[in-house]
């Protein structure tokens, strides 16, 4: 170590204790550090960048267009379709960005950078959790583009600004959810091919069986009952209560539903990451 | 405080297959230890339960005096890792991915560009710091690795197969990098089934098989474990030459070769070629080519496990 005096000094000052300020201090170094690089390689995506962002809007445009005509207001209460639609827009691209936000975690893994990661002294949940602060800041840009978009189209929303805060509350909480639970598939999977299969399986039933298109008062009896199962229906509900109706209790009650959806995803994901981390075979 | 990388008893099972039976390796401060095998002998499990990546199934390794099992974070403070397959890193350009790892080695952050470039520069991939990652050789990517692994001045580096897939400049490269760092005191494992790396660059070599340490030692140690040097002499009379020579104190065993040539076994070739020469004078023997070769660690591998290592890499 003669040529490194200064990397005792160092070692001795990246030794905190847990829980001690200094330990934190790491923890938001290492997820920022993460988080840098998930933004580079966005950045540098730069067709998937525009696609990506687009997206929501082209389809509250064309979709909310189209199908605006065809759908009575009495069923989904309310003669706003775009207004309507604008909930499950919002879900839908969550559930999307869910998807790809889980491939850099299963690419890490097959190309074998995790092991690299793994074999740092960096906490265990960096790599989750950076993930999480970089999605719920992409999300929310692209809420505010297809809000933005809505708004242009007429669409008024009934709490106000306020409102809008509350919704990319329940949006970051949904992305939690939805980031934990493909995370955890990524990990869980053998290989990247059975990952899509299923991913691709699940996402659009997950949000069929949402209130995303029709209100929950309009579907079957047991669709309804999978439906309440769904976390996706609370965002839902959460957001087009906001927009549509304004400020209600039930609100309240969907974010806890939420919150309790993405803890549970979120023990699900370190789960996987840890018997991914703890035990591969190898070479 | 003794051995730096520790192991006892060391066993790693998957399903039911066994892949590290019972190792035993000590690796003292400064040396540069090879674990030298073929594929599938365990060097890579090994290596991953060393960095903490795979939990063993019995036995106990300590790296700098830290249980892999219940201290894994600082045995991770201590470690430089090299991995064998390089790693992916994406759109990044390579000072972006020194960077990052500096950060998450908490190199503190007004240091982190510095630091970076220090280390790039020790690898010499300055000049293509900010290209990106995509466009590197195999031979940079792996420089860049290294230059990852050394950021935070590890006590011990870790390098599995650092040769592997590397042209030979830039492996020369390598080799040149790994003898800096030792001569900072720095100790180092390296898995290879390359003999003539193991013979260069260790200290010490374990050589492995079927996920044992089968015998350990110098280079030189290993290989005259094996015995004679051999004194290769052609002469026109070998019959005489073999006559003159059989009671010397220095021949251990002769065998005549088929094209006039004699093999001479010795203890020391260093003694016996002089003393072939000084007996030809003597006896007016003219000879021809007077050579010796010394055994190779392929002949220490053949001789502790009855296989040519060289063949065992080419049947896998």
Known sequence: ?283 | MGAVIETIGLRKVFGGHVAVEGLDLAVERGQVVGLLGPNGAGKTTTIRMLTTLLAPSAGAARVCGFDVSTHPDEVRRRIGYVMQTVAYRGLLTGRECVEIEASLYHVPRREVRRRAAEALDGVGMLPHADRRWTTYSGGMKKRLDLACGLLHAPEVLVLDEPSLGLDVQSRHGVWEYVRDRCAGGATILLATNYLDEADRLCDRVAIIDHGRVVVEGSPAELKRSVGADVVQVTCGEPARLQRAIAGEGWVRDIVAGDSGGLHVYVEDAAVALPAVMRVGLEQGIELGRVTYSQPSLDDVFLLHTGRELREVEVAS
């Open chain 1, 1 to 283: 170590m003669t040529s490194h005096p200064s990397a005792v000094q160092e070692r001795a000052a990246a030794h905190p204790g847990r829980g001690s300020a200094a330990a934190r201090g790491h923890w938001a170094q290492e997820v920022m550090a993460l988080a840098r690089r998930w933004w580079i390689e966005l950045l540098r995506e730069r067709l998937n960048l525009v696609l990506s962002i687009a997206q929501p809007a082209i389809w509250l445009v064309f979709f909310g267009a189209g199908v605006e005509r065809a759908i009575d207001a009495e069923v989904i209460g309310t003669d706003d379709y775009v207004g309507f639609m604008l909930a499950g827009i919002v879900t839908f691209t969550i559930v999307g960005n869910g998807i790809s936000g889980a491939m850099p975690l299963l690419w890490d893994k097959e190309t074998g950078y995790l092991d690299r990661l793994m074999s740092m002294p960096i906490a265990r949940s960096t790599v989750i959790v950076s993930r999480f602060v970089f999605q719920v800041a992409q999300q929310s840009a692209q809420i505010l583009l297809v809000v933005l978009v809505a708004l242009l189209l007429g669409v008024r929303i009934a709490a106000g600004p306020l409102g809008l805060l509350v919704i990319l509350v329940a949006a970051a909480l949904l992305t939690m959810s939805v980031t934990a639970a493909f995370s955890a598939l990524a990990y869980a999977v053998p290989q990247h091919g059975t990952f899509f299969a299923i991913a691709g399986f699940v996402s659009l039933p997950l949000l069929f069986m949402s209130n995303a298109f029709v209100p929950l008062d309009a579907m079957p009896g047991w669709m309804a009952v999978v439906a309440r199962l769904n976390p996706l229906t609370y965002a839902i509900e959460a957001m087009r209560t906001l927009v549509i109706r304004g400020w209600a209790a039930s609100v309240l009650w969907s974010l806890v539903v939420l919150a309790v959806a993405a803890a549970v995803c979120l023990a699900a994901g370190v789960q996987q990451f840890r018997r991914q981390t703890g035990e591969r075979v190898q070479g």
